[in-house]
């Protein structure tokens, strides 16, 4: 059996395929939640794919996920396909950093089937 990952990266294309495929949908929340039961919480998010200035990876961020929100914050110049952090450009791919909602965070109204027929039952007869 395969392990679950906690840590995610899902470039659109890859999200829009999941939901075509019907094995995961995303709700209004941005969760994503798979037909095996596992969901995620997404964020807009970047994975830094090369080095592309020449200046080499110094700042060793090849294959690094950062959030939009964490780009911002460190003061990183973000534009179209690239970020650039002081001399060095980088190519990124967009995307979503997904983290995985342990079973015990989901909202406890979030229930079964049988447990929504069961407290139907109780309420109504």
Do not use: C
């Not at 995303?26 to 200035?53: D, K």
């Not at 396909?81 to 980088?90: L, M, P």
Request: charged content about 30%; overall charge negative.
């Amino acid at each position: 059996m395969g392990q679950t990952r906690k840590l995610i990266f899902l470039k659109e294309s890859l999200l829009e395929e999941i939901e075509l495929q019907k094995k995961g949908i995303v709700n209004a929340e941005g969760i994503l939640q798979m037909t095996n039961g596992i969901s995620y919480h997404l964020e807009p998010a970047v994975r830094f794919v090369e080095e592309i200035s020449g200046n080499g990876d110094l700042k060793k961020m090849v294959n690094t996920i950062l959030t939009i929100k964490d780009i911002d914050q460190k003061g990183y110049d973000f534009y179209m396909d690239n970020v650039i952090i002081d001399e060095s450009v980088y190519l990124i791919e967009q995307g979503f950093k997904g983290i995985l909602i342990d079973k015990q965070e989901i909202k406890k109204d979030d229930l079964s089937d049988e447990q929504l027929l069961s407290k139907w039952v109780r309420l109504n007869l």
